[in-house]
């Protein structure tokens, strides 16, 4: 099975901040790389397909990059709505497994 | 709408079963592939199954020989029917439409809104 690592595990930030989320493969998975964010209570929403493809209705301050093993999610300037957990997931081969989240917090 | 409603959820005792249902409405069931994620309670999120267009179907080892992921067609429906229930199966269970495919990319764009499954005697 494909281990997917996500760094941190959460972090503290301040509306207007840049936040960088890390995604690592145990192995190359090309760009089969998804961002789901979820709010407690709530399921999970698509953000990033594809490493970088934005899902419809997405802010454009979220973006998306990599390839291979090593993939990013960047928030540009974090909003009230984007406190959240998000999650990475491979869809490079089954099981399509999840990383642990990144829980990110107000500062 | 494209929409998921899941149904089924309940308290079970260990060792029992349950069937969860998902219902979908905007999109047909049958030539979509169709997930099972659960989330057990404080945890992250885990992916459990997935029925393909050609109707098989990949377990991951936590289930694999326990549940089973089917699609009703006529009811617009995919089940999952879960056996030999325990403890540690406690979770909210989502079911998703899954447009990664084995030769595109692509992620789980529709979830429903998740059914409770408590396992305890």
């Known amino acids: 099975d494909i281990q997917m690592t996500q760094s941190p595990s959460s972090l503290s930030a301040s509306i207007g901040d840049r936040v960088i989320i890390t995604c690592r493969a145990s192995?190359?998975?090309?760009?089969?790389l998804n961002w789901y964010q979820q709010k407690p209570g709530r399921a999970p929403k698509l953000l990033i397909y594809?490493?970088?493809h934005m899902q419809s209705g997405v802010p454009s301050t979220f973006s998306g990059r990599g390839s291979g093993t090593e993939f990013t999610l960047t928030i540009s300037s974090l909003q009230p709505e984007d406190f959240a957990t998000y999650y990475c997931?491979?869809?490079?081969?089954?099981?399509?497994?999840f990383g642990q989240g990144t829980k990110v917090d107000i500062k | 709408d494209v929409q998921l409603m899941e149904s089924g959820g309940g308290l079970v005792q260990p060792g029992g079963s349950l069937r969860l249902s998902c219902v979908a409405s905007?999109?047909?069931?049958?030539?979509?592939?169709m997930s099972w994620v659960r989330q057990a309670p404080g945890k992250g999120l885990e992916w459990l199954a997935i029925?393909?267009?050609?109707?098989?179907?990949y377990y991951s080892d936590s289930v694999k020989g326990r549940f089973s992921i089917s699609r009703d067609t006529t009811e617009n429906t995919v089940h999952l029917q879960m056996n030999s229930l325990r403890a540690d199966d406690t979770a909210v269970y989502f079911c998703?439409?899954?447009?990664?495919?084995?030769?595109?990319?692509?992620?789980?764009?529709?979830w429903g809104q998740g059914a409770t499954v408590t396992v305890s005697s």
């Open positions: 998703a439409r899954d447009l990664g495919g084995e030769m595109s990319p692509g992620g789980m764009d529709v």
């Open positions: 905007g999109f047909i069931v049958g030539t979509n592939q």
């Open positions: 029925t393909y267009n050609d109707d098989n179907a």
């Open positions: 192995q190359g998975i090309s760009n089969f």
């Open positions: 594809a490493a970088s």
């Open positions: 997931q491979q869809t490079y081969s089954s099981p399509r497994t």
